[in-house]
């Protein structure tokens, strides 16, 4: 076991360098400092985040490869392997439907005024229209035949739908997929070129398939043959850790650079950067306090079920890659940390890590389901739309099915927003309600994705006799 440096704890340093970050940012807009923010600054927030991001991947296939290998029961493989996915299905459930109750109590989207609904209203029934029969009506409201109404309707009418560049690149997305054959999903999981796959985040699932299935040869190979290959893994595996633990000791200053840069770009003036941390204030709330829920949850779960394992001191434990994940925004990018926390200080044997927290990292998007499940029903809300049991049942199963190997990237919970939109009938052009807050519930929603990666991670370990008893 290592022993704890003396000094400040690793997490109250990020979580000085974000709040410095965010009072530069104050700074930067109100003496116009934003050029020398974004030119001189900004760039070490990139690097910050290129740097885990190419540690990442390759950390995953040979942890993977060397935990794989290391485990010899192909039984015991085949338990965990399940034990990952069913636990990983049930959190992202719980999460669609604790956002669906959350969102469905406090109706976030009837604080608008009346006059707001009525003017989103008409503009849901006339896109509705312009779909030419694609799209049925939800309900029997009619805005646009009533006669009261007809100088918004005709004012609406004529009025051209301006497509946001950001909305436009995700609906590209979405419509590349959505003439693929029921089994696409399956066949993306296999890699064509393992390098390709090694040189994009994307395709993380494409390299965790290569490295288990690499895994489980290596254990049908003549120890003789197999053991210099492990070792070397082992090795290399090793180095890649060191790696991580080098640029962790950069993260303060890192992720100062990341915030004071994401900040002082979102506005002209600390007035509007206020207005736009305020802006959709009650959508914004109910989503974070869905997700502050189940942040608390985890711990909670892991403390009932691990009895050595302490509410507080898990928290304490995995705090660096919680800060690390709002800072990054990326599941994928806050893997390694992810990995050095729950080894090192939770005490998961390497192993189990190794081959847990990868599949988590591209599988489970709790905090990215619950997102999706407020946004939609706030959207509808908003239009003056009520969803139906059976169509809320709908956004649940593919909010779920979307988070499987969805990218563990910034911002891959819009295309998934736009897919559950669609799913029920409703403009997937909508997303561009909400994109001015996106950016922040992103950082939130991804630290909720970390937890619950930890906290299953810690869970199954402990359910297999994994945890080490040094820790």
Same mark, same amino acid.
């Given at each position: ?60 296939? =040979? /942890? $993977?490869?060397? @935990? #794989?290998?290391? *485990? ?10 399940? %034990? ?125 398939? =290569? /490295? $288990?299935?690499? @895994? #489980?040869?290596? *254990? ?10 492990? %070792? ?240």
């Amino acid at each position: 076991m290592k022993k704890e440096s003396k000094g400040l704890a690793l997490h109250w340093k990020i979580i000085i360098g974000m709040l410095l970050g965010i009072i530069w940012a104050f700074l930067s807009i109100n003496f116009g400092w934003n050029d020398f923010t974004a030119d001189w600054i900004g760039p070490f927030g990139t690097i910050f985040i290129r740097a885990l991001k190419f540690i990442a991947i390759p950390l995953v296939m =040979f /942890s $993977i490869i060397v @935990g #794989i290998s290391s *485990l010899k029961d192909i039984s015991k493989l085949g338990r965990i392997g399940a %034990k990952t996915l069913a636990i990983y299905l049930l959190t992202t459930v719980l999460a669609v439907s604790i956002g669906l109750l959350f969102v469905n109590i406090a109706k976030p989207g009837h604080a608008i005024s009346k006059e707001q609904q009525i003017q989103n209203r008409i503009s849901y029934e006339l896109w509705v229209k312009s779909t030419n029969g694609a799209v049925e009506f939800k309900d029997d409201i009619r805005y646009t035949e009533d006669p009261q109404y007809a100088a918004i309707v005709a004012e609406m009418s004529g009025q051209e739908m301006v497509v946001d560049s950001e909305v436009a690149k995700v609906q590209e997305q979405v419509s590349a997929n959505k003439d693929a054959g029921p089994l696409n999903a399956l066949v993306d999981m296999v890699p064509e070129n393992i390098m390709i796959s090694l040189s994009n985040p994307k395709l993380m699932l494409q390299v965790i398939v =290569f /490295s $288990i299935f690499f @895994g #489980i040869c290596l *254990l049908f190979v003549p120890t003789d043959k197999s053991e210099p290959v492990v %070792k070397l893994f082992d090795g290399i595996n090793e180095v890649f850790l060191k790696m991580v633990e080098i640029v962790m000791k950069g993260a303060p200053f890192f992720v100062f650079a990341l915030m004071a840069s994401k900040m002082s770009s979102m506005a002209n003036t600390n007035a509007e950067l206020v207005d736009l941390l305020a802006s959709l204030g009650q959508y914004s709330f109910v989503v974070i306090a869905g997700l502050l829920f189940l942040i608390l949850l985890y711990p909670a779960l892991v403390s009932l079920i691990v009895k050595k394992i302490k509410y507080g001191e898990f928290w304490k434990k995995i705090a660096p890659a919680q800060l690390t994940a709002f800072s990054t925004s990326s599941s994928a990018a806050t893997l390694p940390v992810t990995m050095e926390c729950v080894e090192e200080k939770v005490g998961v044997k390497s192993e189990m890590a190794s081959f847990v927290l990868p599949i988590g990292a591209t599988v489970n998007m709790d905090g990215t389901s619950l997102y999706q499940a407020v946004a939609v029903i706030f959207l509808a809300q908003l239009h003056m739309i009520d969803l139906s049991f059976t169509e809320q049942l709908i956004i649940v199963m593919t909010a779920t099915l979307a988070s499987i190997g969805s990218a563990a990237v910034p911002s891959a919970g819009l295309v998934m927003l736009m897919m559950v939109l669609t799913s029920v009938d409703l403009n997937p052009a909508w997303i561009a309600i909400i994109m001015p807050v996106d950016r922040i519930l992103d950082m939130c929603r991804t630290v909720v994705n970390v937890t619950g990666d930890a906290s299953v991670t810690t869970i199954i370990a402990s359910t297999e006799g994994e945890l080490r008893e040094d820790v």
